[in-house]
């Protein structure tokens, strides 16, 4: 089946640390979204890209880093510049028609 | 920010219907209206979207209202798992697709 995959779906790191999240499709999707989410509140965007090696910033890009180098991934990496990265992050993708973005199923990343 | 107006919760009795109103009083002519709804801990799920005429498909249906300021989102028969947080969200660039999400409604269906 078509989806999105994202890994891992927990995620812990140390203060002072880069940490990587994947995200996966098989939707041949040529838009690639990541949001932050956190608790109780909507979902805000980090980074999103149109096409491949391409890609621009949402509203809270400070302190996350992305690439796209291929049409079904879209990394983003936190780095050790976010000064609050303990949140839950979903990767979305959309077709380019009037149809519904797909969501992954989310990492849940957190700083100890 | 975002472009549309929602209550933070709501009821809904297990069974009835559920009527999600949302507010877009400065959405634009070409402007979609989609519905997502998002269970705790998961990815958001799409439900459905329209322009100006009503929609309908196996989840829900859809109410714009004629100025198109205005929408519903209707689950005919509630049931304990659609129990979520609603977004409506109007589409933000229309050269491209970023979708602006707001804080959502709780519908909360009780038995």
């Known amino acids: 089946d078509g989806g999105i995959t994202q890994s891992p779906k927990y995620l812990f790191r140390k203060e002072g640390q880069n940490v990587t999240l994947s995200c996966e499709q098989n939707?041949?999707?040529?838009?690639m979204y990541w949001y932050r989410q956190d608790p109780g509140q909507g979902l805000r965007l980090i980074y999103y890209?149109?096409?491949?090696?391409?890609?621009q910033k949402g509203d809270i890009a400070e302190g996350y880093s992305v690439s796209r180098e291929k049409k079904e991934s879209f990394p983003l990496t936190v780095t050790s510049a976010q000064k609050n990265p303990t949140a839950f992050y979903l990767c979305?993708?959309?077709?380019?028609?009037?149809?519904?973005?797909?969501f992954g199923s989310g990492t849940r990343l957190t700083v100890v | 920010d975002a472009k549309t107006t929602q209550p933070p919760s709501m009821d809904c009795a297990e069974g009835r219907a559920a009527n999600l109103p949302c507010n877009h009083s400065?959405?634009?002519?070409?402007?979609?209206v989609y519905w997502y709804r998002q269970i705790h801990s998961q990815g958001p799920q799409y439900i459905i979207h329209?322009?100006?005429n009503n929609e309908t498909n196996e989840m829900a249906s859809l109410i714009i209202t004629e100025d198109r300021k205005s929408s519903t989102l209707i689950l005919p028969h509630a049931t304990l798992r659609d129990t979520a947080v609603y977004y409506c969200?109007?589409?933000?660039?229309?050269?491209?697709?970023?979708?602006?999400f707001g804080a959502g409604t709780i519908l909360r269906v009780k038995s």
């Open positions: 979305a993708s959309f077709s380019g028609q009037n149809y519904g973005y797909t």
């Open positions: 939707l041949n999707h040529d838009a």
């Open positions: 890209s149109q096409i491949v090696n391409d890609f």
């Open positions: 400065t959405i634009s002519g070409n402007e979609y």
């Open positions: 329209g322009l100006k």
């Open positions: 969200i109007v589409r933000d660039d229309p050269y491209g697709n970023k979708l602006v």
